[in-house]
């Protein structure tokens, strides 16, 4: 079964920047959407941002001019720079893909802003 992995998460002080990564274990077809998700402590999972095959992106409000995803379709990989860290930006952090074959999600990446 593919699994997404994801890389990149860890402590980092407030102001400061992280670089997520997230690919497939194995080959997938036909991704249509990928997308960054997050879960802070005792709250819901929540959009942060997702890009289309075409490279149409949706940012949520709280993360925008700060975070940018990308996707390097040629290794169906999808990144999330985050800079400009705020302690309300910990979570864990969850990749998804929407592809021909369904849903795939990551196991999860802790993201930590703290001095």
């Known amino acids: 079964q593919v699994q997404l992995v994801e890389s990149g998460g860890g402590l980092v002080q407030p102001g400061g920047s992280l670089r997520l990564s997230c690919a497939p274990s194995?080959?997938?077809?036909?991704?249509?959407?990928m997308g960054w998700y997050r879960q802070p402590p005792g709250k819901e999972r929540e959009l942060v941002a997702a890009i289309n095959s075409a490279g149409g992106t949706n940012v949520a409000d709280s993360v925008k001019g700060r975070f940018t995803i990308s996707r390097d379709n040629a290794k169906n990989t999808v990144y999330l720079q985050m800079n400009s860290l705020k302690p309300e930006d910990t979570a864990v952090y969850y990749c998804?893909?929407?592809?021909?074959?369904?849903?795939?999600w990551g196991q999860g990446t802790q993201v930590t802003v703290s001095s």
């Open positions: 998804n893909f929407v592809g021909r074959g369904g849903d795939y």
């Open positions: 194995a080959s997938i077809s036909r991704i249509y959407g």
